[in-house]
């Protein structure tokens, strides 16, 4: 184990120096600038949405052709081989996808459901003295995906999809109605994933989170809302926070945070006028700034897990093999791993003490490109079981059809 003192540089320069290596620059950034009442105006925010490689892109269209010729009967062939001859291949993704679903407590069969929209602060609970409705948007009005692309255009949200999520504010995994079907599953292997990556990944977060900012993510969590009332669709407090971009925020969210982490009802109450603001605005952004810095590495870590080069978010790409570095370190044992992860009073050292013994050790290094390129090739290897499956599928099918022609 690497020593944590090795790292000796004053802390004006550790923190964001720190937060950098580990944790990409949003990280590093600043608070977010909270909206005025009279509104205020802002530059567009530089889009970073992740690029894929021609070659990836060519080859999932390939991959869907191929899928949607078929019938449903060849569909569920299809995926029941892939699934099947995957298991016995001897790859890493497939054995360390059955080693974090067997770190989950119960059967994901009986894991609870997640809810089907984001939870929204009460306005008569939190802010009774001034309880503005709230009004949920449908995903398709239009302020509702402007405000989404608004949101998220600096930081996208990731392309492959999920069918189990992790709660933070619950500390607890959820499926999606999603989950086990044929059409995810193949949208899976499509990627090169193992079936249950998304599970895997959720119970590497569940094993992972030792639950020292559980009150500031749960509050976090809560549905994005204007002054007006409008609830918008998709994103979460944390989604905004994280944006970088001037936000509004209500009484309700600003009280609902402080009532949650804090357990403070009386200090600040609705409507609160103009000289509270900025005393109670520095008290959740620093429950941001906790909340942020301790999802960040773990988020970033379970992305790793069985994905070799996944488009990281958070601007965390450039820490990628000191990531996976961690992972090796570790045996792939997250139980060992959650033990000595930093709380987010801590981070700042952990990450300038693992980045330097990192990067000056050629053997470290090595093991951690190893790792990176063994996920790569389970990649292939299950994209290339998906191609050979759907190609036998479809000469089935079309030997079926010319036999009823005849």
Same mark, same amino acid.
């Given at each position: 184990?690497?020593? !944590?003192?090795?790292?000796?540089?004053?802390?004006?320069?550790?923190?964001?120096?720190?937060?950098?290596?580990?944790?990409?620059?949003? /990280?590093?950034?600043?608070?977010?600038?909270?909206?005025?009442? %009279?509104?205020?105006?802002?530059?567009p925010a530089k889009s970073n949405a992740p690029v894929l490689d021609p070659k990836e892109i060519s080859l999932r269209e390939k991959l869907r052709k191929q899928w949607d010729g078929l019938s449903q009967a060849g569909r569920e062939e299809v995926i029941a081989r892939v699934e099947g001859e995957s298991q016995s291949m001897g790859l890493l993704a497939i054995a360390l996808e059955k080693r974090a679903v067997e770190t989950l407590a119960v059967d994901p069969s009986y894991l609870e459901a997640a809810g089907v929209q984001i939870q929204f602060y009460d306005p008569k609970l939190h802010a009774p003295g001034d309880p503005i409705p709230?009004?949920? @948007?449908?995903?398709?009005?239009?302020? &509702?995906?402007?405000?989404?692309?608004?949101?998220?255009?600096?930081?996208? =949200?990731?392309?492959?999809?999920?069918?189990?999520?992790?709660?933070?504010?619950?500390?607890?995994?959820?499926? +999606?109605?999603?989950? #086990?079907?044929?059409?995810? +599953?193949?949208?899976? *292997?499509?990627?090169?994933? =193992? /079936?249950?990556?998304?599970?895997?990944?959720?119970?590497?977060?569940?094993? !992972?989170?030792?639950?020292? /900012?559980?009150?500031? !993510?749960?509050? *976090?969590?809560?549905?994005?809302?204007?002054?007006? $009332?409008?609830?918008?669709?998709?994103?979460? @407090?944390?989604?905004?926070?994280?944006?970088? %971009?001037?936000?509004?925020?209500?009484?309700?969210?600003?009280? $609902?945070?402080?009532?949650?982490?804090? #357990?403070?009802?009386?200090?600040?109450?609705?409507?609160?006028?103009?000289?509270?603001?900025?005393?109670?605005? &520095?008290?959740?952004?620093?429950?941001?700034?906790?909340?942020?810095?301790?999802?960040?590495?773990?988020?970033?870590?379970?992305?790793?897990? !069985?994905?070799?080069?996944?488009?990281?978010?958070?601007?965390? #790409?450039?820490?990628?093999?000191?990531?996976? #570095?961690?992972?090796?370190?570790?045996?792939?044992?997250?139980?060992? +791993?959650? $033990?000595?992860?930093?709380?987010?009073?801590? +981070?700042?050292?952990? %990450?300038?003490?693992?980045?330097?013994?990192?990067?000056?050790?050629?053997?470290?290094?090595?093991?951690?490109?190893?790792?990176?390129?063994?996920?790569?090739?389970?990649?292939?290897?299950?994209?290339?079981? @998906?191609?050979? &499956?759907?190609?036998?599928?479809?000469?089935?099918?079309?030997?079926?059809?010319?036999?009823?022609?005849?």
């Amino acid at each position: 184990m690497w020593a !944590l003192a090795k790292w000796s540089a004053p802390k004006a320069v550790l923190a964001p120096l720190a937060a950098a290596f580990l944790l990409g620059p949003a /990280a590093a950034m600043g608070p977010v600038s909270i909206q005025s009442k %009279s509104g205020k105006s802002e530059k567009p925010a530089k889009s970073n949405a992740p690029v894929l490689d021609p070659k990836e892109i060519s080859l999932r269209e390939k991959l869907r052709k191929q899928w949607d010729g078929l019938s449903q009967a060849g569909r569920e062939e299809v995926i029941a081989r892939v699934e099947g001859e995957s298991q016995s291949m001897g790859l890493l993704a497939i054995a360390l996808e059955k080693r974090a679903v067997e770190t989950l407590a119960v059967d994901p069969s009986y894991l609870e459901a997640a809810g089907v929209q984001i939870q929204f602060y009460d306005p008569k609970l939190h802010a009774p003295g001034d309880p503005i409705p709230r009004r949920r @948007l449908d995903v398709k009005d239009p302020a &509702a995906a402007a405000e989404f692309e608004r949101r998220t255009r600096a930081d996208p =949200p990731r392309e492959d999809p999920r069918a189990w999520v992790y709660d933070w504010g619950k500390r607890e995994v959820h499926r +999606l109605p999603s989950a #086990g079907t044929k059409e995810h +599953l193949f949208e899976m *292997f499509v990627r090169g994933l =193992p /079936a249950r990556a998304d599970l895997a990944e959720a119970a590497m977060l569940c094993a !992972l989170d030792q639950g020292a /900012a559980q009150k500031e !993510l749960g509050a *976090f969590a809560h549905a994005y809302t204007d002054r007006s $009332g409008n609830v918008y669709p998709g994103l979460t @407090l944390y989604d905004v926070w994280s944006s970088g %971009s001037a936000m509004e925020m209500p009484d309700v969210d600003v009280l $609902g945070i402080i009532h949650d982490v804090h #357990g403070e009802w009386d200090r600040w109450r609705a409507p609160m006028p103009d000289t509270q603001h900025e005393a109670v605005y &520095a008290v959740v952004a620093k429950d941001f700034a906790r909340a942020k810095r301790y999802r960040a590495l773990r988020q970033a870590l379970a992305h790793v897990y !069985l994905q070799g080069e996944p488009m990281l978010r958070e601007g965390q #790409g450039p820490a990628r093999r000191r990531l996976h #570095g961690l992972w090796v370190e570790f045996q792939n044992d997250a139980a060992a +791993l959650s $033990g000595k992860l930093p709380g987010p009073e801590d +981070l700042d050292e952990f %990450s300038a003490s693992w980045t330097e013994t990192f990067e000056e050790d050629f053997k470290r290094l090595g093991e951690a490109d190893k790792r990176i390129d063994a996920l790569a090739a389970s990649r292939k290897a299950i994209q290339g079981l @998906l191609s050979a &499956a759907l190609s036998d599928q479809a000469r089935i099918e079309a030997k079926a059809k010319a036999k009823v022609v005849r």
